[in-house]
Structures are given as structure tokens and as C-alpha cells.
């Protein structure tokens, strides 16, 4: 170690932007500061994690390093397990503060923060964490969380911070990032959209100025909600823009229009949206409260329902797996979803809603496996949100009610015209088109009375208020009206288009 003075380490991980940006800020007052982002082999080692992902998360880091440079700030790129790389770094530079943003994450990254604080604390090195979302850690009760979450959304944003002073001797300049073929990765077929902060404010301004018009309408069907969502997602999963700044910038827009002379109905479209944003939170706090539910179902009165779930003896069915995971379940709607989000990364809401509900009532399977499929196929994935709609989607949270979707009645509301099934699956109506690999209405007959068998019992029903009381919402409909006890004006002018660079 070759100096004393206070020296600030940010470490970043799915917060990889400028602006409203806590610990960079912080970092900014500092005497000294560095940023660090590290390639963790548990990341690139896990069943969730797909090139596609590491190649986005690299491009984002990319244009990071370049935005920092230009303000004094060198972003290292370490590959290695935690703390060892703090440990490491600390031979060369004696920082004596350790900034990170909370993270909600997979089982392997609590451990890891455990092992971070055991050496911080070890080291005597100043750990702090901010919120990144409107997640609160260590809550005690899910009452009153809506206000609370309105008020961290409301609270003033952080902007870019000006300039950083790196210690002496340190190279500003991006260094080369290791490429995929390095790290032992196989390109992904199709290149992921552009990452990055300005790709983010981008896809934000041109929502918000009218693309999502008709959101509401277009959030259903896979031919619309392509450009019709905000596709957003993979941008609030690697924090290349926040959620604060995502919704301060929607209820600023929200507000003009909404006046008679404004445009009422592209306001109620962007309003189904902005209820859209808590509910990001809402699921993400489930994990944060509940980090097994990654594993195992809520209500373990149903355990035991399917092979799989650790409690029944059977094994997954292999065959029906991977059939589903291939897309060649011979139902074309499911397998036309299926090979569009194999391809493409993304899928919208109803459709994936509709693939865990294959998966789980047609063909039995326990939601594990079929979660992790969908996990490294999704650009987007956030383990909060996943894990949580994973087991809604498959009836195992006790309190939802069961939603079983019929694969034709999908392709008939969502893909009137064929143009979809045609796209995804060519063969569709040759002889090389599987036929349906179950009999619908049996497999779900069968499930659906057994898991309604499950759910009366006097027990279930106890345990179902119980996990109500702790991850319900309070307000049974979900999208928003909650507001603050007192709500702050937006300011008059959107800033989605604002110039940071
Ligand atoms: C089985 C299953 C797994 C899912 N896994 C993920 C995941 O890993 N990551 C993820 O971001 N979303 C997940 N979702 C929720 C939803 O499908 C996506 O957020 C949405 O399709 C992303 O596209 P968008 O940004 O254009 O959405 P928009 O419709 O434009 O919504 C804006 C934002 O609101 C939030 N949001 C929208 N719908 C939901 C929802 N139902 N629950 C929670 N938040 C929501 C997301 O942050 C989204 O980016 C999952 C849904 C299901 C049914």
C-alpha cells in the first residue's frame, strides 16, 4: 500500500450509468477515487447466465469507462472472485472507502456481500450501500410500502458528477475489455440491442414522446408489444438508467398531458406504464425479504405437487423439458413465443406468462428448471421479478389467483393473422411440425384438481394469509395510484432528452 489518504473504491455492478448514481457521487468529494466493476466467475459460471448478457453488460461497461475517463474517474475491469480482488487491489492502492449500490441478487451474490462485509470489516474498510430502486432493505412489514416506495421516486435525482481526482499514477484511459472468445464465451447469434446510458435516455425519450402511444393496447400480443412496451427492461436490469429517473421523467410528461387541450389518452397509456414501474419493485421486494423463493415454493403447501421440487421423488421429465425449451411442444403458439425469445432475448409479459403456464400446468413440470431456461434466454433477467413470477405463473405462491392459459385461445387474441407462427416457425403445417406432445384438457384437468385439493386445506389457507401479510400488496390491483403523503410538483419539463453528454 503506497498512501493513507482517503481513498474511495465505488464499486459497480448493475448500476452502470452517471446519473443519478449515489455512490459515484459521493466518491466525487473524495481526496482520491477509483471505480471497479469485477467478472465474477460465480456470474459466468451459473445456470442463468448467457453470452447475450455478458456481451450487453460489456458494452455498457465500455461506454462507462469512456464517460468516467473524461471526468478523471479510471474504471477497472477485474475477473475474479470477491474479496479477493478487493484484496488484491488494495496492494496497489489504499483505498479506505468501499461505495456499492444494495443489489437484490441470485443466492450466490447475499454470499458473496456477506464475505465483502466479513473483509471490510477486517480490513477496516468503510462499506456503504445505497438503494438503487424503491426496494428497502430489512423491512419489517409490507404496510405502508407503496408511500414509501412514492417517496424514494420523488426524492430529488442525483445528476452526473462533474469531474473525480484519481490517485496519482493511475491510467485514466479505458483499458481493452476481454471479448467473449477470452473468456471462453460463444458469440450470441444475434447481437443484444445497444447498452448504455444514452441507449437508455434514447429508448426512454422516444416512449415517452409518443411510441407509447396505444401502449395498452399493444402490451399483449408478441406482433406489438416489440415496439409497443417500452423495452426498458434490460436497462433498469443493468442500471444504465434508474428507476427514479425513469419515473420522474414519465410523470413529467404525464403531467401537460393529461390537461383537456394535452393528449388525455397517450397520458392513460403512459400511466398504465408508470404503474408498471412499481410493480419492478413490488416483485423485487419478495426476494429481498424472502431470498429462498428462488428455490423453493412459497406456499409449501403445495410441495410435492410436481417432480422437481426437491420434496417430490420423481424426477423432471427430461424429454418435456427440453422440448419445451426448444420450442417443439407441437402447440405453435408456445413454440413460436419460445423460438422468438431463444432468438431475440425479449418477450412480452402475456407471452412469457403463457410459457411458465405451459410448462407448469400442460406439462407438470416444477418451476425451477424451466425458470432457468427462461433466465439465460432473457436479456432482462432479474431475479426479483423472475423467481416471484415464476412461481405466480405456476401457482405456487398461495395467493394468487391460478391463471392457466390456453396456447389456441393465445394465438386467436394475440396472432389473428398467423403473421407471428409464420415468422418463428416455418414448418409449421409440414410434416416436420411435432404433434402436441401432451392431451390439453387431461394434463390440465389433473393438476388443476389437484392443486385446488392442495389449496383448501385448512393449513394451506393459514399458510396463504401468513404470506399475504408478508409479500401481499396492500392494494390487491397492483398498478399505480399510489402517491406520497405529499406529493412534489414534477418539474415542468421532461428531462428524458436532457443533455448529459
Ligand atoms: C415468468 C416471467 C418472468 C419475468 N422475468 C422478468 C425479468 O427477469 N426481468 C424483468 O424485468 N421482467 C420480467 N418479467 C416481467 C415482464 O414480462 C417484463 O418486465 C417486460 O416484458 C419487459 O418489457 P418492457 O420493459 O418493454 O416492459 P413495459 O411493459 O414497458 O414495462 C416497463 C417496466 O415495468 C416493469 N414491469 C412490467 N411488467 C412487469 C411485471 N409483470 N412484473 C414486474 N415488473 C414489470 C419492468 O421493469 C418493465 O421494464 C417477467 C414476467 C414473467 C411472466
Redesign the pocket.
Known amino acids: 500500500m503506497t498512501s493513507t489518504a482517503p481513498t474511495a473504491l465505488v464499486w459497480l455492478k448493475r448500476d452502470l450509468r452517471l446519473r443519478d448514481h449515489a455512490p459515484l457521487t459521493e466518491a466525487a468529494h473524495f481526496e482520491r477515487a477509483l471505480a471497479l466493476v469485477v467478472l465474477e466467475p460465480q456470474w459466468l459460471a451459473s445456470p442463468e447466465c448467457h453470452p447475450r448478457q455478458v456481451a450487453y453488460w460489456l458494452d455498457a461497461v465500455h461506454q462507462l469507462q469512456v464517460d468516467l475517463a473524461a471526468r478523471g474517474l479510471p474504471l477497472l475491469l477485474r475477473v475474479g472472485a470477491l474479496p479477493q480482488v478487493l484484496q488484491d487491489l488494495r496492494r496497489e492502492v489504499a483505498f479506505t472507502h468501499l461505495f456499492s449500490h444494495e443489489e437484490t441478487g441470485p443466492g450466490w451474490s447475499w454470499t458473496r456481500d456477506r464475505a465483502v462485509a466479513a473483509w471490510c470489516r477486517a480490513e477496516g474498510v468503510a462499506w456503504t450501500e445505497w438503494p438503487q430502486t424503491g426496494v428497502l432493505r430489512r423491512l419489517r412489514s409490507r404496510d405502508g410500502w407503496a408511500s414509501r416506495w412514492a417517496a424514494r421516486m420523488y426524492a430529488p435525482r442525483l445528476p452526473a458528477p462533474r469531474g473525480f481526482a484519481a490517485p496519482p499514477g493511475w491510467a485514466i484511459q479505458p483499458q481493452p475489455l476481454p471479448t467473449l472468445r477470452e473468456l471462453g464465451l460463444a458469440e450470441p447469434v444475434q447481437a443484444p440491442p445497444p447498452a448504455g446510458e444514452r441507449a437508455a435516455w434514447a429508448t426512454l425519450g422516444d416512449?415517452l414522446a409518443g411510441r407509447g402511444r396505444g401502449?395498452r393496447r399493444a402490451?399483449s400480443s408478441p406482433l406489438t408489444?416489440q415496439t409497443g412496451?417500452?423495452?426498458?427492461?434490460?436497462h433498469?436490469?443493468f442500471g444504465t438508467i434508474s428507476m427514479r429517473c425513469v419515473h420522474q421523467a414519465t410523470e413529467a410528461r404525464i403531467h401537460p398531458l393529461s390537461h383537456p387541450d394535452g393528449d388525455p389518452a397517450l397520458a392513460r397509456d403512459l400511466r398504465a406504464?408508470a404503474g408498471?414501474?412499481r410493480?419492478?419493485c413490488?416483485?423485487m421486494q419478495k426476494l429481498e425479504d424472502q431470498p429462498d423463493l428462488e428455490f423453493r415454493n412459497l406456499a409449501r403447501s403445495v410441495d410435492g405437487l410436481r417432480p422437481g421440487d426437491g420434496v417430490h421423488p420423481g424426477e423432471v421429465d427430461r424429454e418435456r423439458l427440453a422440448a419445451w425449451c426448444e420450442g417443439r411442444t407441437g402447440f405453435p403458439m408456445v413454440d413460436a413465443c419460445m423460438r422468438q425469445l431463444n432468438a431475440t432475448g425479449?418477450?412480452?409479459?402475456r407471452m412469457?406468462?403463457m410459457?411458465?403456464s405451459f410448462a407448469a400446468y400442460h406439462l407438470g413440470l416444477h418451476w425451477r428448471e424451466p425458470?432457468l431456461h427462461?433466465?439465460r434466454q432473457?436479456l432482462?433477467?432479474?431475479?426479483g421479478?423472475?423467481w416471484s413470477?415464476?412461481q405466480?405463473?405456476s401457482g405456487c405462491t398461495g395467493i394468487n389467483t391460478l391463471r392457466i392459459y390456453s396456447p389456441a385461445k393465445q394465438a386467436r387474441d394475440q396472432d389473428p393473422t398467423g403473421d407471428h407462427l409464420r415468422r418463428w416457425l416455418p414448418e409449421f403445417g409440414t410434416p416436420a411440425y411435432p404433434a402436441p406432445i401432451v392431451d390439453e384438457r387431461e394434463a390440465v384437468a389433473e393438476i388443476k384438481a389437484r392443486l385446488h385439493q392442495l389449496r383448501q386445506t385448512a393449513p394451506a389457507r393459514a399458510e396463504a394469509d401468513a404470506l399475504q401479510q408478508r409479500h401481499g400488496s396492500r392494494r390487491s390491483g397492483l398498478p399505480s395510484t399510489a402517491k406520497p403523503a405529499r406529493r412534489p410538483r414534477p418539474p415542468a419539463v421532461p428531462d428524458s432528452q436532457g443533455s448529459l453528454f
Request: charged share 15%; glycine share 2%.
Open positions: 416512449f401502449y402490451l408489444a412496451c417500452s423495452r426498458l427492461s434490460e433498469l436490469t406504464f408498471r414501474l410493480w419492478h413490488h416483485f425479449w418477450l412480452n409479459f412469457r406468462a410459457l411458465v425458470g427462461l433466465a432473457f432482462d433477467f432479474e431475479p421479478i423472475h413470477q415464476m405466480m405463473q
